[in-house]
């Protein structure tokens, strides 16, 4: 295991851009970020902004064109093993016949010593990562009669079984009713005593109420501590047609780059699709 003096994760001037796009802008410009042990840091930043490019540069999925990332001071491919990760807009075959404990089981695969086979220790560990997440006693349930929180608590069980020492989460709340939100939000709390968490977000109240710092992402990136954004500031730049941050507007990309316009619930893309 690398020194736990080493970041958590360390992304250092990574520029990226997605091949054969018409627009040949950089998603991600120049972009650092440095997760610490104790971080509970979201992402926030307009559709399209690179959020989740950035996730996948952490877990080595995507390569930068330029600069570097690590992960516990290795390659992210080397590393990825310790990142739990949710992704957006996770979803279960509705025909698929798994249960809960199936569904967290998986997250050991390339983990078990038996390759696709689960022995007694994963059973363990998924019934535990279970327990923390408040659903032990669904772990027989298929998975599909479960609610949209209680799929999503499932999800993050099974991004924490094969003991994930960060958890990187994609908008965990979108589709989940206020209720189960609230939930969520209490378990990210719980997890987040024991584990750093990077979250991109859309869900401001959750955004200033609950997370240490925040990263601006909108092709660049600025990263402040949560005192620096009043929730005024925050509320003016996602919720309404003045969609203006005032944390050192010259630092923030948000201002300064010029990527489309800041919308918490639909904002701009940078450019198409192409996969
Ligand atoms: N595989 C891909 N090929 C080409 N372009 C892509 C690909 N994936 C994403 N993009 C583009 O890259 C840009 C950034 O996408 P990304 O999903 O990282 O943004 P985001 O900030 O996570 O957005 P959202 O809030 O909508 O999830 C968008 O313009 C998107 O269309």
Redesign the pocket.
């Known amino acids: 295991m690398a020194a736990s003096s080493e970041p958590v994760i360390d992304v250092r001037g990574v520029t990226f851009r997605?091949?054969?796009?018409a627009?040949d802008r950089p998603?991600l410009d120049d972009v650092s970020l440095t997760i610490a042990e104790g971080d509970f840091l979201g992402i926030i930043?307009?559709?399209?902004?690179?959020?989740?490019?950035?996730?996948?540069l952490m877990l080595g999925f995507l390569e930068p064109d330029a600069g570097e990332v690590r992960v516990f001071g290795v390659a992210p491919e080397r590393g990825r093993g310790w990142i739990g990760y949710v992704p957006?807009h996770a979803t279960i075959d509705p025909a698929a016949p798994a249960s809960v404990l199936d569904v967290v089981l998986m997250g050991c695969l390339g983990h078990s010593r038996w390759g696709v086979w689960y022995g007694r220790s994963e059973r363990d560990r998924a019934m535990s990562a279970l327990e923390r997440t408040g659903c032990a006693s669904l772990a027989h349930r298929p998975i599909n009669a479960l609610s949209g929180g209680q799929k999503q608590r499932v999800l993050i069980a099974r991004a924490l079984v094969a003991e994930a020492r960060v958890l990187l989460l994609?908008?965990p709340t979108t589709g989940v009713d206020p209720y189960a939100q609230q939930g969520l939000t209490e378990l990210l709390h719980e997890l987040h005593a024991r584990i750093p968490i990077v979250m991109?977000s859309?869900d401001i109240s959750f955004v200033t109420q609950h997370l240490n710092r925040v990263a601006c992402?909108n092709g660049r990136m600025s990263v402040h501590g949560i005192d620096e954004l009043s929730h005024d500031q925050i509320e003016r730049t996602y919720a309404g047609p003045v969609m203006v941050l005032h944390h050192h507007e010259e630092d923030c990309p948000i201002h300064a780059h010029g990527h489309g316009h800041h919308d918490a619930s639909g904002?701009s893309?940078?450019?198409?699709?192409?996969?």
């Open positions: 997605y091949a054969h796009r627009d998603i930043g307009p559709n399209g902004g690179g959020k989740t490019t950035l996730l996948k957006q994609d908008e991109v859309h992402l904002g893309e940078n450019g198409a699709e192409q996969d």
